[in-house]
């Protein structure tokens, strides 16, 4: 199970998710500094050979296997992960490069059309205290974006969602992803003028939206479950490139944080139990969410104690340090230890409690 709670954040994280600026494109994740032996230029595809990783997360639509090799592309302050769906490093690479110079020629908005990103999903149930489902898409764009449908016939047996997302590979990616719930179909909606058609004439049972479209529809109330109109929840959601942008992007002063990753073809899984019923308000929708993380802390097993105290006495004074908010050079010199075996008690760390960062493990450290 992957579920979080906090009851308190790091000081540079409060500051930094108090002052944040939500922006449709996104800033580059942390890079990777180039190794001192790789002398080739960017637009080199040896010198992506070198930079290719091995991802965790796969999307099913997309039809990557976990051998699958991807590469962190940025360019002018701005960057994604991009799956390149192969495990041949030679063929990785040369799709990665290729990538790198889609980017300085024809800027970010043609890479986002022609190429797949992997991106963090943050669905938004409740504000204060902050319960956020999150979960890992692929953008769906050219061969493997399929047309995307118009549902125009009812379906009698499922409830319809309005996915409203500009960005047609996260439309198309979180289409999919509630077709694969039984009762629900999605509904796509590209923009904020077609909005008001669309619910007029598909009258869903519920509407998701990009953060970012909520002013322009007039919603009010982003960030917790609220009715857009009588008998009709919407549900915003925040798209980030990766699982540290997301913790950041958590709204300061709460008073607690429980945030659970879930499968895509789950996305709804907090309201599953209800959604079938034909009455219902949106009191109800928002009672289940509540419910639906009462029992995941009361379904938590030992798993997590027992990881935790696997670490040794050195992985938890790093821990302590790294809860503090303290960078990797403020823990070699707390400790008396190299910043090379920083890195190594961290890539320990990681492994013991089976997370892939730091804002992962520092999350489960506090919850001991």
């Avoid at 637009?43 to 990783?53: G, H, T």
């Avoid at 051998?67 to 192969?86: E, K, N, S, V, W």
């Avoid at 002063?253 to 709804?268: E, F, M, N, S």
């Avoid at 798993?303 to 990797?328: I, N, P, Y």
Wanted: glycine share 6%.
């Amino acid at each position: 199970m992957k579920s979080v709670s906090m009851k308190h954040r790091s000081k540079s994280a409060r500051k930094f998710g108090q002052n944040k600026t939500r922006s449709k494109i996104f800033p580059a994740p942390p890079s990777t500094p180039d190794p001192p032996e790789n002398p080739h230029p960017r637009n080199d595809a040896r010198y992506w050979r070198q930079r290719l990783l091995l991802r965790r997360y796969r999307f099913p639509a997309s039809g990557d296997t976990e051998q699958d090799l991807a590469a962190q592309i940025d360019h002018a302050g701005i960057g994604f992960y991009f799956p390149l769906g192969t495990p041949d490093m030679e063929t990785a690479a040369a799709r990665a490069c290729q990538i790198y110079q889609v980017a300085v020629k024809q800027g970010w908005g043609a890479v986002c059309r022609h190429f797949s990103r992997e991106l963090i999903v943050s669905f938004e149930w409740c504000m204060n205290p902050v319960l956020w489902t999150y979960t890992t898409i692929h953008t769906l764009v050219g061969k493997r974006s399929g047309p995307e449908s118009d549902k125009t016939t009812p379906h009698p047996n499922r409830q319809q969602v309005l996915v409203v997302e500009l960005d047609a590979g996260i439309r198309r990616a979180l289409c999919w992803s509630i077709d694969q719930q039984a009762g629900f179909v999605s509904v796509p909606c590209d923009s904020a003028v077609s909005f008001t058609n669309a619910l007029k004439l598909q009258k869903p049972r519920m509407v998701l939206l990009n953060r970012h479209m909520a002013g322009r529809i007039g919603f009010k109330s982003p960030g917790t479950v609220t009715p857009l109109q009588p008998g009709v929840p919407a549900l915003t959601y925040s798209v980030h490139v990766d699982g540290d942008q997301m913790f950041v992007s958590t709204p300061g002063g709460a008073g607690g944080y429980l945030v659970k990753r879930v499968k895509p073809d789950r996305l709804l899984e907090p309201i599953l139990k209800v959604a079938s019923r034909s009455e219902l308000m949106t009191e109800d929708f928002l009672l289940r969410v509540k419910y639906y993380f009462q029992e995941l802390l009361q379904l938590r097993s030992s798993h997590d104690s027992l990881a935790l105290a696997r670490l040794t006495h050195r992985e938890q004074e790093v821990m302590e340090l790294l809860s503090k908010g303290c960078v990797d050079k403020e823990i070699a010199q707390a400790m008396g230890i190299s910043l090379w075996t920083v890195h190594g008690h961290i890539k320990n760390i990681f492994e013991r409690l089976q997370v892939r960062t730091r804002t992962e493990a520092v999350i489960r450290y506090l919850e001991k």
